[in-house]
């Protein structure tokens, strides 16, 4: 059987003196898989990516990732984990107004030491594969959102990453943006890109993963195939 790209196993993350954010959470996501990670605003879904990414630590229970201990990492050694193995889509794309496409889009692969010339060359074809070249010369501001996430996803392809992470990729869009954001990401898991999504949209999840797994106050209590999760999985 493939070994899983991630395993989760017993975490728990409490935050102050309030209940714990994740409890006991456990799950595993093998290669070429497309999960959704489906909740309602403070379910713990956030928290279980940020896990992931290697941006916050569990208090109990271990976080492995593509063979790395990620709760073991270091400040410093969480970040080299992130920018060689993991990319990351967000809501509102984080891309920098002051540089074109091209340079946003090559960028990780700057800061991972490689050539101006080879990161260019990278991005060139990241761009011309996601459909949007024309528009690498282009500032962000003077694209549309669909095509500022298409860009973010670009970005987050760069480095070629083992695991690519979206949280609520859909969720500053309109419609037809967010249906074509949805296509691309089922495109790229056809292509064998293993995508976690984090959403409260049901119909997100049911468009481009074929798992779906629920957190509901810090607990996962369901992990199923996509078409058969529950109306209630969203309230």
Known sequence: MTTPLIELCEVSRRYDDGPPAL????????????????????SG?????????????????????DGVRVDRLGEAAAALYRRARIGMVFQFFNLLDDLTVT???????????????????????????????????????????????????????????????????????DTAAGQDVARLLTELNAEGQTVVLVTHDLALARSCTHRTIRIADGRVTHDLPSGAVAPEAVR
């Open 103 to 173: 340079d946003n889009v090559a960028l990780p692969a700057r800061l991972a030491g490689l050539s101006r010339g080879e990161a260019a060359s990278r991005a060139a074809g990241l761009l011309e594969r996601l459909g949007i070249e024309r528009h690498a010369r282009a500032y962000p501001g003077r694209l549309s959102g669909g095509q500022r996430q298409r860009v973010a996803v670009a970005r987050a392809l760069m480095n070629r990453p083992a695991l690519l992470l979206a949280d609520e990729p859909t969720g500053a869009l």
């Open 45 to 65: 879904k956030s928290t279980l990516l940020n896990l992931v990414a290697g941006l916050d630590r569990p208090d109990t229970g271990t976080v492995t990732v």
């Open 23 to 42: 409890h006991e959470a456990s799950l595993t996501v093998r290669p070429g898989e497309a999960v959704a990670i489906l909740g309602p605003s403070g």
